[in-house]
């Protein structure tokens, strides 16, 4: 049963439902807001009232992430200013901003009396440090319970805002055993710290899709063997090395193709340059220029997928690896390092092949690059239903090429 106050806010919910909180600063999406996307849309109704502090559109401001939000059924939004990000600013451009200090304290505190008045007893954020700290703050101030959803691997690297408010954080949770593994490492107790995998919406990726038309766009032959790399371009991801894979791999696979799909992270990247522009130059030295295939970021991931035989990312120390599952869900074979968190959603030898880290001329000899059909076949089969065994999604019709 719920009741609506007289001053025609949401209603106060008087069952025995756990009031949850999600504090959501970014106004632009990304993989961890997906994440927490997904559980405010499948959190049990049932036993679960769920909120969101969100920050809102304003005039010259959009905020599609706030608009994401608002099409989850059965949530209560409520718009929020936590100041701009200041991550990647000068000095100079942080002092600035300074004004709006004052703002974002007084929005913070009427979400503080939002989550008093709806009785919300869990906060739930990401670990970006606007998130972070706004979340342990809302906890000393309201005494909710703070849960801080940690996406990377803890380390001295991170500002310290987000290491104090994980520190004042009532539980931590970690998106792998890997990043949990980091965060008990690095001083915290073992007994807050949880490591839940991520997931996808399995429905959502249909391995059916018809990939010609994507490689008609751009210009793939249809017999040519096609591995897709999609990610953030910045070094540690590893789209280099799979560069030089390909210039490794030329003479016994002139007609092989990388697809490396994203745009550059300029904040990730050490120097402040385009790794976008470093890894077209390298593919020039090596002479693999008219192999490699920049598509910048895409939309349209499932169809590039599709049309891909294979999906490689060797990212060093991956805390998990979204774009793993999703190829996963696509049937596609993956391979990745055994490095950080690959190990726990790829299994060698049946949902893809894990590589070393550093070790090039090992990822150009490693086996996916060549499969033959059966092989695949058999691979496919293994990712998609191992996704499908983790509770992510419904199944679908076996992919018919695979079928025996």
Same mark, same amino acid.
């Given at each position: 049963? $719920?009741?609506?106050?007289?001053?025609?806010?949401?209603?106060?919910?008087?069952?025995?439902? $756990? +009031?949850?909180?999600?504090?959501?600063?970014?106004? #632009?999406? +990304? %993989? *961890?807001?997906?994440?927490?996307?997904?559980?405010?849309?499948?959190?049990?109704?049932?036993?679960?009232?769920?909120?969101?502090?969100?920050?809102?559109?304003?005039?010259?401001?959009?905020?599609?992430?706030?608009?994401?939000?608002?099409?989850?059924? *059965?949530?209560?939004? !409520?718009?929020?200013?936590?100041?701009?990000?200041?991550?990647?600013?000068?000095?100079?451009?942080?002092?600035?901003?300074?004004?709006?200090?004052?703002? %974002?304290?007084?929005?913070?505190?009427?979400?503080?009396?939002?989550?008093?008045?709806?009785?919300?007893?869990?906060?739930?954020? &990401?670990?970006?440090?606007?998130?972070?700290?706004?979340?342990?703050?809302?906890?000393? /101030?309201?005494?909710?319970?703070?849960?801080?959803?940690?996406?990377?691997?803890?380390?001295?690297?991170?500002?310290?805002?987000?290491?104090?408010?994980?520190?004042?954080?009532?539980?931590?949770?970690?998106?792998?055993?890997?990043?949990?593994? &980091?965060?008990?490492?690095?001083?915290?107790?073992?007994? =807050? &710290?949880?490591?839940?995998?991520?997931?996808?919406?399995?429905?959502?990726?249909?391995?059916?899709? *018809?990939?010609?038309?994507?490689?008609?766009?751009?210009?793939?032959?249809?017999?040519?063997? @096609?591995?897709?790399?999609?990610?953030?371009?910045?070094?540690? =991801?590893?789209?280099?090395?799979?560069?030089?894979?390909?210039?490794?791999?030329?003479?016994?696979?002139?007609?092989? !193709?990388?697809?490396?799909?994203?745009?550059? *992270?300029? /904040?990730?990247?050490?120097?402040?340059?385009?790794? +976008? #522009?470093?890894?077209?130059?390298?593919?020039?030295?090596?002479?693999?220029?008219?192999?490699?295939?920049? &598509?910048? =970021?895409?939309?349209?991931?499932?169809?590039?997928?599709?049309?891909?035989?294979?999906?490689?990312?060797?990212?060093?120390?991956?805390?998990?690896?979204?774009?793993?599952?999703?190829?996963?869900? /696509?049937?596609?074979?993956?391979?990745?390092?055994?490095?950080?968190?690959?190990?726990? @959603?790829?299994?060698?030898?049946?949902?893809?092949?894990?590589?070393?880290?550093?070790?090039?001329?090992?990822?150009?000899?490693?086996?996916?690059?060549?499969?033959?059909?059966? %092989?695949?076949?058999?691979?496919?089969?293994?990712?998609?239903?191992?996704?499908?065994?983790?509770?992510?999604?419904?199944?679908?019709?076996?992919?018919?090429?695979?079928?025996?």
């Amino acid at each position: 049963m $719920t009741t609506r106050p007289a001053d025609g806010s949401l209603p106060v919910d008087q069952t025995n439902r $756990t +009031g949850v909180l999600f504090v959501s600063s970014p106004s #632009q999406s +990304g %993989a *961890d807001t997906f994440i927490h996307g997904l559980l405010m849309r499948h959190l049990d109704r049932s036993s679960f009232e769920v909120h969101a502090a969100a920050t809102a559109p304003t005039p010259g401001a959009p905020a599609p992430a706030f608009e994401e939000l608002a099409a989850i059924p *059965d949530l209560h939004l !409520r718009p929020a200013f936590f100041g701009p990000s200041l991550v990647g600013r000068s000095p100079a451009a942080k002092a600035a901003l300074a004004f709006q200090a004052l703002p %974002a304290m007084l929005s913070l505190a009427g979400v503080a009396r939002y989550v008093r008045r709806h009785h919300i007893r869990i906060l739930h954020s &990401t670990d970006r440090p606007r998130d972070a700290l706004s979340c342990v703050l809302l906890s000393r /101030m309201t005494g909710a319970k703070a849960v801080i959803h940690v996406h990377v691997g803890y380390g001295k690297w991170m500002k310290p805002m987000v290491r104090w408010a994980m520190a004042l954080a009532d539980a931590l949770v970690g998106v792998s055993r890997y990043v949990a593994r &980091t965060l008990i490492e690095g001083g915290h107790a073992a007994e =807050k &710290t949880h490591a839940v995998l991520n997931a996808i919406d399995l429905a959502r990726w249909d391995f059916r899709i *018809d990939g010609a038309p994507i490689r008609r766009e751009l210009g793939i032959p249809p017999e040519a063997p @096609v591995v897709a790399c999609v990610g953030r371009l910045f070094q540690w =991801k590893g789209q280099g090395e799979l560069v030089r894979a390909l210039a490794r791999l030329r003479r016994d696979l002139p007609h092989l !193709r990388l697809l490396i799909v994203g745009e550059d *992270d300029w /904040m990730a990247h050490p120097g402040g340059v385009s790794h +976008g #522009q470093e890894l077209r130059a390298l593919a020039g030295e090596l002479g693999v220029a008219d192999r490699v295939l920049f &598509t910048g =970021k895409r939309k349209d991931v499932p169809a590039l997928l599709a049309a891909s035989d294979v999906l490689a990312l060797p990212s060093l120390g991956e805390p998990f690896g979204l774009v793993y599952v999703e190829a996963m869900a /696509m049937k596609r074979p993956v391979i990745a390092l055994e490095s950080g968190g690959a190990p726990e @959603v790829v299994e060698h030898g049946k949902s893809g092949l894990l590589s070393a880290p550093g070790d090039s001329e090992g990822l150009a000899a490693t086996p996916g690059f060549e499969l033959p059909p059966e %092989a695949h076949c058999v691979t496919q089969s293994n990712a998609r239903a191992r996704i499908a065994s983790e509770g992510t999604g419904s199944g679908g019709a076996p992919q018919p090429k695979c079928q025996t």
